[in-house]
């Protein structure tokens, strides 16, 4: 639980009475633009930063620096000796969180081999693929055993096969009780894992609920998908506001929920209906609402357009 944090650094608000609760045993998307406070908001939790006022409460109590043992963190930058044998650096920062060298060899051992790493034990760093590198790495974070794991970016830099590797990883983590705070700019990565997420912009909080609450649209808008190329039908129900098609998916606007019963009757009455569904917002669209919103009230000079450029970059990547 995060209680009303509050952080400046040379006179500048990078935190703002910043408050929200982190369900325990759920993949949590914790998200931002750049600049936002999200790595201000993981050092504070991590007990790395103080906050100027407010406070981090683990299990219903104040965090203090003997909690640091329930979490783990995997940051964005990542931390790993090049040069340095798997097995030997895993063993190394395991003792660094405490552990003696035997636990220490020992849960490295396991942790290789559930992650299909026990051949490259004796291997460099430097000689595995990216995608293994990012396993060792959350290794490293998973040996002294944290509650609370925090990841900044895992899914940067890895391919299709990788990142869905790394997703399974994610939820069966979270199958044993173990709670995960994760970090991306891959909003559509974030949609499929994440169950409840935060967004921040500013270092205050602009949007905080489950990702299917968040992402549900208003039931003025129904997607269809049929075979039929003749649509023109679609403009001859009453309450219909347009329509328009993409990518195969017919989208229809309506003037009130209740038109839907009239349009699916009228739908299937023409025969070959595949689909039929009101629309979901993406999470990205959340995103840059939410954010843009926020933007705009708070700044009207050119750097807020700059960030509105980039809050669209990151929509759309």
Same mark, same amino acid.
């Given at each position: 639980?995060l209680?009303?944090?509050t952080r400046s650094f ?7 009475d910043?408050?929200?609760? %982190?369900p325990?045993?759920?993949?949590f998307?914790?998200?931002g633009?750049?600049g ?7 050092r ?9 006022s ?9 965090v ?5 043992k329930?979490f ?19 063993v190394y ?6 552990l003696?060298k035997?636990?220490? @060899?020992?849960?490295?051992?396991? &942790? ?15 000689t ?7 396993r060792?790495?959350l %290794?490293a974070?998973l ?6 794991? !925090?990841l ?8 299709p096969l990788?990142?869905?590797s ?5 939820h ?5 009780? @173990?709670t995960l705070?994760f970090s ?8 499929s %894992?994440?169950?409840t997420?935060?967004? !921040?912009?500013d270092?205050?909080l ?18 269809m998908?049929?075979?039929?190329d003749?649509?023109? &039908?679609?403009?001859?129900v009453?309450?219909?506001q ?15 929920p209740?038109?839907?019963?009239e349009?699916l009757?009228?739908a299937?009455?023409q ?10 917002k ?11 919103t ?9 750097k ?14």
């Amino acid at each position: 639980m995060l209680d009303s944090l509050t952080r400046s650094f040379g006179g500048k608000r990078v935190l703002n009475d910043l408050s929200f609760e %982190i369900p325990q045993g759920r993949v949590f998307g914790f998200l931002g633009p750049n600049g936002s406070g999200k790595t201000t908001t993981m050092r504070i939790i991590l007990g790395i930063l103080t906050p100027d006022s407010g406070e981090v409460r683990y299990d219903g109590k104040r965090v203090t620096k003997a909690d640091s043992k329930h979490f783990g963190y995997m940051p964005e930058e990542r931390g790993l000796y090049q040069k340095m044998a798997v097995g030997e650096q895993l063993v190394y920062l395991g003792r660094l969180r405490g552990l003696s060298k035997r636990d220490a @060899r020992v849960k490295v051992t396991n &942790w290789l081999e559930r992650f299909g790493l026990a051949g490259q034990i004796a291997s460099s760093v430097e000689t595995l693929s990216l995608g293994n590198q990012q396993r060792v790495q959350l %290794i490293a974070a998973l040996l002294h055993e944290p509650q609370v794991l !925090i990841l900044d970016e895992p899914f940067s830099g890895l391919d299709p096969l990788a990142t869905a590797s790394m997703a399974e990883v994610m939820h069966d983590l979270v199958k044993t009780g @173990r709670t995960l705070v994760f970090s991306s700019h891959q909003l559509d990565l974030v949609e499929s %894992i994440c169950e409840t997420v935060a967004i !921040i912009a500013d270092g205050s909080l602009v949007a905080y609920g489950d990702v299917a609450e968040l992402t549900r649209s208003d039931d003025l808008e129904v997607e269809m998908v049929t075979s039929s190329d003749a649509l023109q &039908w679609i403009s001859g129900v009453p309450g219909v506001q347009g329509f328009s098609v993409a990518d195969g998916r017919v989208r229809v606007q309506l003037a009130s929920p209740r038109v839907s019963q009239e349009l699916l009757r009228t739908a299937l009455a023409q025969g070959s209906l595949r689909e039929f569904a009101f629309r979901k917002k993406k999470l990205s669209e959340v995103f840059l609402q939410t954010v843009a919103t926020r933007s705009s009230s708070t700044s009207l000079d050119t750097k807020a357009g700059n960030t509105l450029l980039d809050l669209a970059a990151v929509a759309n990547a």
